[in-house]
């Protein structure tokens, strides 16, 4: 069964182009580059002959439910952890994870943090190789270097199943290199690198209709032995009308050691 959706891609340009997050030290606002407003067509992995599979895809989707049904306050963090880690290490064979960012996501125009509406991927080689560095320091982060890490991104709904704006993906094997760009992420108080994808009608999308709470997906976001990064963003589409439920996520950003 297809679909179509609309999405927000990049364009290339001669100059960098960035996003300013908490612009003017305001938490939530957030100044974009150039979209361009695209509708494509999606296939659901639910009824799609070709299956999803993460080693082929670097994305897959499961059926993992959690022990935590209230994600208000830091409460239930520890048991999260626990239960990504173990995840992740009986699906990706880990030898080694780390937890260390959640964001929920609410599509409300009053929310902090909103569904991430522009096709891009979490980071770039640069932005990758300085985040590790933050977060384990320079003489662990070589170490690391010297073996096989990445970092994968754990999405889930929370509350109530998927109704609208839904998480899509792009499947790597579709994405041409040159589709790329590099993109500056501007904080108030430091600076990162992701990498934003331009349009392309070879893109192949993908997505799981009405994702419920006891569903993940999990996917690559920087992979150092060459698993690409897959190009992601929240699908504007709706999967039924009737409904008025308001779209609530949450991603886990980890850092894995094979």
């Known amino acids: 069964m297809t679909r179509t959706a609309t999405v927000n891609y990049h364009v290339h340009k001669d100059e960098r182009q960035a996003f ?93 943090r909103k569904p991430a509406r522009n096709v891009h991927s979490d980071y770039s080689e640069d932005g990758a190789k300085k985040r590790l560095i933050d977060l384990l320091g ?18 889930r709904p929370v509350e109530q199943p998927i109704n609208s704006a839904p998480l899509g993906f792009v499947r790597p094997s579709s994405v041409d290199p040159t589709d790329w760009i590099l993109l500056d992420l501007i904080y108030p108080d430091r600076k990162g690198q992701i990498m934003g994808l331009v349009g392309n009608p ?26 690409p990064s897959i190009g992601h963003s929240a699908l504007d589409m709706v999967e039924d009308p009737s409904l008025t439920s308001i779209r609530k996520s949450i991603e886990s950003r980890t850092l894995v050691r094979y």
Request: proline share 4%; charged share 25%.
């Open 202 to 227: 070879d893109h192949e999308w993908i997505y799981q209709s009405v994702m419920t709470p006891d569903e993940v997906a999990f996917f690559n976001i920087y992979d150092n032995r060459g698993l």
């Open 20 to 112: 300013e997050l908490d612009a003017g030290g305001i938490v939530g606002n957030l100044i974009s580059p150039e979209l361009v407003v695209t509708q494509v067509t999606l296939s659901d992995t639910r009824t799609a002959k070709r299956p999803v599979a993460f080693a082929a895809d670097a994305v897959e989707f499961i059926t993992y439910p959690s022990a935590v049904q209230d994600f208000c306050g830091d409460h239930w963090k520890d048991t999260y952890d626990r239960e990504l880690t173990q995840l992740l290490n009986n699906k990706l064979n880990a030898r080694e994870v780390m937890i260390f960012d959640h964001t929920m996501r609410v599509d409300d125009p009053d929310a902090t």
């Open 138 to 155: 320079p003489e662990r982060a070589a170490t690391w270097e010297d073996g096989h890490y990445a970092f994968i991104n754990v999405w």
